[in-house]
C-alpha cells in the first residue's frame, strides 16, 4: 500500500522559515513527479512546487524565489524549504505522488494527510 507521510508543520511569524518533509513508499517514489500542493480556508486546493523524477522543478508565481523543492531519492524523501513565509502562506500543504507504472503504464496520483501550516503576522 502507498503512504505519504507529511511532517514539519506549524506555526511560524511572518518572514520566517519552515521545512516539510514528505516520506514516501518506496515502491513508487524514484518513478515520481513530486509535488506539494496547499488549501487555505475556503479557497481550492493549488499547486506550489513539483520535482520530476528527473530533477526538474516547477514553481507557482507566488511562490517563486522563497520556496524550494527538493528531493532525496535515497530516503524516499521530498522536501518545500519555505523561506519568507507569509500570512498568505497560511494553509494545509499536501503531499502528492504522480505517475505511470506497469506493463500498462497505469496513471497513479496519490496524496498525503497534509500539515497545518500557520504564519502570524
Known amino acids: 500500500q502507498v503512504q505519504l507521510v507529511e511532517s514539519g508543520g506549524g506555526l511560524v511569524q511572518a518572514g520566517g522559515s519552515l521545512r516539510l518533509s514528505c516520506a514516501a513508499s518506496?515502491?513508487?517514489?524514484?518513478?515520481?513527479?513530486m509535488g506539494w500542493y496547499r488549501q487555505a480556508p475556503g479557497k481550492q486546493r493549488e499547486l506550489v512546487a513539483t520535482?520530476?523524477?528527473?530533477?526538474?522543478?516547477n514553481y507557482a508565481d507566488s511562490v517563486k524565489g522563497r520556496f524550494t523543492i527538493s528531493r532525496d531519492n535515497a530516503k524516499s524523501t521530498v522536501y518545500l524549504q519555505m523561506n519568507s513565509l507569509k500570512p498568505e502562506d497560511t494553509a494545509v500543504y499536501y503531499c502528492?505522488?504522480?505517475?505511470?507504472?506497469?506493463?500498462?503504464?497505469?496513471?497513479?496520483?496519490?496524496w498525503g494527510q497534509g500539515t497545518q501550516v500557520t504564519v502570524s503576522s
Open positions: 502528492n505522488a504522480k505517475g505511470t507504472r506497469g506493463p500498462w503504464s497505469a496513471q497513479y496520483d496519490y
Open positions: 518506496r515502491s513508487i517514489f524514484s518513478i515520481s513527479t
Open positions: 520535482i520530476t523524477s528527473g530533477g526538474s522543478t
